[in-house]
Nanobody, 118 residues
Framework: QVQLVESGGGLVQPGGSLRLSCAAS????????MGWYRQTRDKQRELVAS???????RYGDSVKDRFTISRDNAKNTVDLQMNSLKPEDTAVYYC????????????WGQGTQVTVSS
């Protein structure tokens, strides 16, 4: 089946930046909406950002103006540029495909840990 492979997580100081990347294992795989969700130990997964195949993006209120989602349909990848990171951004970040505006799809990446700490 199609796999979503994530990379780019790590440890960063507050105010720093990270860039997450997600690639679909099947070149011909297409999902109208792809996105990034995140989850802490005590909370449910929440939407970070999503993007349509046409380039229309949405952001969670907590990351608006700090994070930028982008998509390369030819390469079948979706990236998340995270700037001005805060400790509260610490979470496991998951790539998602096949969802709608409000409901995530059934395709998930394995997750990549982002830790923001001094």
């Amino acid at each position: 089946q199609v796999q979503l492979v994530e990379s780019g997580g790590g440890l960063v100081q507050p105010g720093g930046s990270l860039r997450l990347s997600c690639a679909a294992s099947e070149r011909r795989f297409r999902s109208d909406i792809m996105g990034w969700y995140r989850q802490t130990r005590d909370k449910q997964r929440e939407l970070v950002a999503s993007i349509t195949s046409g380039g229309t993006s949405r952001y969670g209120d907590s990351v608006k103006d700090r994070f930028t989602i982008s998509r390369d349909n030819a390469k079948n990848t979706v990236d998340l540029q995270m700037n001005s990171l805060k400790p509260e951004d610490t979470a496991v970040y998951y790539c998602n495909a096949g969802g709608t505006v409000y409901v995530p799809g059934n395709y998930w990446g394995q997750g990549t840990q982002v830790t923001v700490s001094s």
